[in-house]
């Protein structure tokens, strides 16, 4: 009565904003009273207020049972709130969705038209596989609604359908194709949406509806339609050339016409992704040509209060009185830039002649737009522009007030500059447009190398990667370059300042790796060596990147070794005590590296710790005059003996496979396990020769492991052996030599040396290739369509690439041609990131419309959902004759009916043979007590299953279990609940069958007495029943009855405990005791059943008295010879059997159970399953859920389930 | 969705079914991008981390103190979808009669049946307005036949009292 209302509860919520979360805990915690409430006014009113909570991002699948009852309610307010709710909150997975199914179904059959359309709106967003499946039929039917509000709406919702079941598209697609025809216009567009977004991914199914297509584009009015229609268009007619002939008259006068911005744009877009200008010759040109015009009045658009009309001209009122006033800015600019992005690619020139304005956009204030110019802009640089467009794009990082940057009146908000994300793009698209096609339009490479520096210095950006690269790319390419690279780098090196930004997190400190490496490499353009020296060793470099560091120490010795070179030509006493003073000094620094924690630069810190001892032990700190050291003399041939060289890309692919080496041969066979490693196997012949070298470039390192392990042998054997691997390696074009004395510019070395080799790029040599065969040629040349030779026009010096100079020549154009054709518009493209969206339509796409329909394609019509009166006829039939031939059949064969178990075959068996045997007394109690159970009345109303069909009988003839079994003996049981109803008494009857398993021997006597029975009373006084001269093979029967005293402690464990005595001819009397364990099930009532209907009124008005929870799981495993159904029907008649509850209903993936118990304790079960397991050996795995209103017990009934398996 | 100046929702509505953390986080980023953004700069926006894809857009529109966002796909016109907020607003102003911000608090489910007349299951269903204003004419009928005794009806009335003194 004193709930809080949607509204008193977002008042609350304002009122206290200081401690808003306390109090929508508080909240939070009514409605959870609230939604259990039998009110259902109550708790779709808990339900609103919880949808809204959701909102603010609290979670409400804990309520989406309550959901469901809510959107079952029969008043359209419910229900909407109730569907509401469930669109808002369902996920795929919400498991109540099963529950949803008959409900749905109902509710969109429903006469109401609200009712349906509220249940066809809240289908649209939680529709599952399963749903989809059921519903398909009775949707596809209601395409033919007599409301058109109706009929659109199932239009829409049909596209889900499809989405989730993409068997249905086929099946029902000549209905959807119909509504295109539809007296509705709204329906026809819906229609058109729906067609739109499949033709999307497959546009090739949907080829022939364009004459249909093509009367609505000339008819319609509805520009929202048009726009969809052409944005159709656009997807068929690179399928379809010819329909751009068709279309072109109507499109070119729609651009020069339509009042619609959107419209006109939409045109424009399509005619240029749709490939419009190839296909339609000389008048494409002309037609581009107009498109480019129409879209430079968009970029020229600044009126940015123009109001947009554009859907429903005149529909749209004035809104200037209005609450909310409405400032329309002018988007068409943006819109502009993407169209001409497009163009593009098409049409270069064309956008060329805009670049005024488009280079205008680069400085809008709008960060969309700017993007967008730049991608144009990306696509557009060419030599002569170049130059400017990057200082365009650099003044965009550096601050207005910055005096490098150029102040600019249109300059961008400070916001934006700062946006590092944003800067970086930049960066990686002005190293981008320089780099692409081998750095084909850069001219001045000293101004590129001032570009790259100047963007390290850029803060607050990670680019120094890619920094990094380009650097070290242009300095080894660009021979002209070096020097002034050089300068540049040691003026990074030597920038304090720099060093001191190491801590930031967003500095481009490894730019300085390639400022190393190129001092290092080229260090002949070093003004000022030891000042270079000084900086390596400056002691900042500690907090340095490890690679970084590593690099610093290799380049530390470089440069120290040309420094003796250049100190070599005038050596006297004076530059050797410099000379030693220095060296002494960096030794000493190098400590810094030497206490490195990374191991590599560790290593090489010692590495050259040592070399330095070397040469102070050599070189002696006094005057001497023998002139330099020999040590020192050697030592610069290590690091400069020939010039290092870029490798051409396609280097690799030149070189020639010798005769008699097959690639794809296996050098050694792969293990057995390996094999399966299907990559290995994918491999191409050029990766294979790619592994193939590497092997041999680790050989040379293998080979000093090798001798130290063989250090045992002959000195002499090994230099034998060495000479014969060189011998043997000089014919081999695959072995990089290292130390080519050909090559070499000075190199009188000796060649173990060579072995610190530690240059970072490997020299490919191609002196000691074999004269070629023109078969391998031939061979080789195929496989190379990707790389492009790198351009080297005259005035930048580029150093030259290596490549085999017996490799075909670069003559194939076409190659060459098209690889440019490709480069050349290549846009950027930033980092594909990842989206929360999942592409969920992968199936749907796949569907082809194209085949017909086949006979056996049919919509799925599943009988189980006749309506339940229907059901319940039908049913009521078919009892009546079963209990008519039941009759019939009883009077002639007693057994022939219940032949269903062995076990209980044998039971009546021993009824018949024992009753002879038997006293009278014991003959009329078992007529009293054991009556047949297929003449039990069953209650009228089914358990409404049709589809699978659970035998009633069977399930609730007793379940046999054996109790004990010996060499003698077998004893079986079976136990039946006596009480009829809820109330009762609980009494039950236990049958106990005892066999005497031998074939020969008889037994004399037999007593079977029941000693002990806890919880329960044994109701009679005849404790002990005794048999005389069971013969072999023969059965006996004992009946008991028994009630429950009191409730057990232990739902799981009720026992009843049996003796047993026995004698068989001479051999001594046998005593056995045995319990008889008594299955919390037995307690359920035959007669608990439900409808559907009845479940879901029962859930829903007691739902909150099944408090208790417990799950069980089960597997089956599924034959090969069996098909999953009659293992999942076999499935489920087990468990119904093992826990006696009965099967409510029956949803493809779930079914609902039922029971109640002799006590009145309720049980709902929920049994979903699931099949896993590969095609050979497929398992079932059922998951009952149990909800209950006693603890124990559906612990109890649960542990059941899970004993099964 | 609909957010207001501070980023606080007002509506949201997920065609595809993502989980609530997610969309929460959805909101927030996409006010962060929206809201820096002056008034005078274009209605489109791309580039949001959550989102991906450059197919994904971002299209808003500001009214006072309410910003209307609608993130779509290539397959919608950028336009198209600019006007459909016009129409979308358009539809709040006369099922609300000057519609404002409060309209939008307080009748939060109202707005998204207005909302599922116009786009349903991520796709546009109706443009036309004066078809959008019967549709939810005829709700409301139903509406008040069928709640006038349930307590809808009267926190209606409690809103409308409410909302008429926010008026005066």
Known sequence: MFEKSLTDLIRGIRANKKNEQKYISACLQEIRNEVKSNDLDVKANAIAKLTYLQMFGYDMSWASFHVVEVMSSSKFLHKRTGYLAAAQSFQQDTDVLMLCTNLTKKDIASPIALDVSVTVNGLSHFLTPDLAQVLCQDLVSMLNHSKPYIRKKVVLVLYKVFLKFPEGLRLSFPRLKDKLEDADPSVVSAAVNVICELARKNPKNYLSLAPQLYKLLTNSSNNWMLIKIIKLFGALTPLEPRLVKKLLPTITSLIQTTPAMSLLYECIYTVIIGGFFEHAGEAGNALAATCANKLRTFLEDTDQNRKLRIIENGQMGNSENHGLTHPCVSPVKYIGLLAMGKLLDTHPKLVAEHRDLIMECIDDADLSIRLRALDIVVGMVNRKNLMEIVKRLISHLVPANDPDGAPDATYPPPSAVLDPQYRADIIHRIVFICSQNSYHNVTNFEWYITVLVGLTYVPDVTVGDVLTNQIMDVGVRVKSAREFSVKQMFRILSDKQFFENVNLRNSNIEVLYAAAWICGEYSRFLDDIPATLECLLNPAVVKLPPATQAVFVQNIIKIYAYWIRSLADDWNIEVQMEFVKVTEIIQEKLTIYCRSADLEVQERAMNVREIFSLILDRVPNHPAEDGMHPVLAELPNLFCAYELNPVAPKAQKKVPVPQGLDLDAWINDPLPALTDDSDVEDRSPELASLDFESTDKTSKRRKGKKAAVESSEDEEEIVRRRQARLDARKGDPFYIMSDTKAKAPVSSVDNDLDDVDSIPIVKLTMDDFDSLDKRSRKKTKKSKHKSRRAPTPPPPVYAEEDAPENAAPDSDDEDQKLAKAKSRYTSYRGNPSSSVFSSEDANLHSVDLSLPLGQDEKLPQLQAYMSPEELQRREQIRFKLEKKAAMENKSTTKEHKSKKTKGEDKVRKSKKKSSKSEEGKKKSSKKKSSPDPASLPLPPQDDGISAVSVDVEEVWAPNLHSAYENDDLEVIYGIKLLSKQEGDEASIEVHIAITNKSSTSTVDSLQITASEMHEFALEGDEKTSTYNNVLAKATVEVVNHFTMKHQPEDFTSMLIGYELQYSIADEPNVEQRFNLQVPVASFMLESAQLDPQGFAEMLSERGHDFSHHSSATVTFPIPNDKSKGDVLTYGLETISRTTRLHVVEMVPGAASLYGKSVQGIEVAGLLKYSITGDEEDQIANMVLELKCTDDQFVQALASLVSNLS | ?168
């Not at chain 2, 607003?89 to 009748?107: A, K, Q």
């Open chain 2, 1 to 168: 969705m609909i957010f207001n100046n501070h980023g606080k929702p007002r509506l949201s509505k997920f065609y595809q079914q993502i989980d609530i953390a997610t969309q929460q986080a959805l909101i927030e980023e996409i006010f962060s991008l929206v809201s820096k953004r002056p008034d005078t700069v274009c209605n489109f926006l791309e580039g949001s981390k959550l989102l991906g894809g450059k197919d994904t857009r971002v299209i808003y529109r500001h009214y006072a103190t309410l910003y209307f966002v609608f993130v779509v796909d290539e397959s919608e016109s950028e336009l198209g979808i600019l006007d459909l907020i016009q129409v979308f607003v358009e539809s709040l102003d006369r099922c609300f009669e000057n519609v404002c911000e409060l309209d939008l608090i307080f009748h939060f489910e109202e707005v998204h049946h207005i909302l599922s007349e116009i786009v349903q299951g991520g796709m546009v269903l109706e443009t036309n307005m004066t078809e959008i204003v019967t549709a939810i004419g005829e709700l409301n009928k139903m509406k008040k036949k069928n709640g006038a005794i349930s307590a809808g009806s009267l926190s209606l009335k409690a809103s409308e009292t409410l909302r008429s003194s926010f008026r005066n």
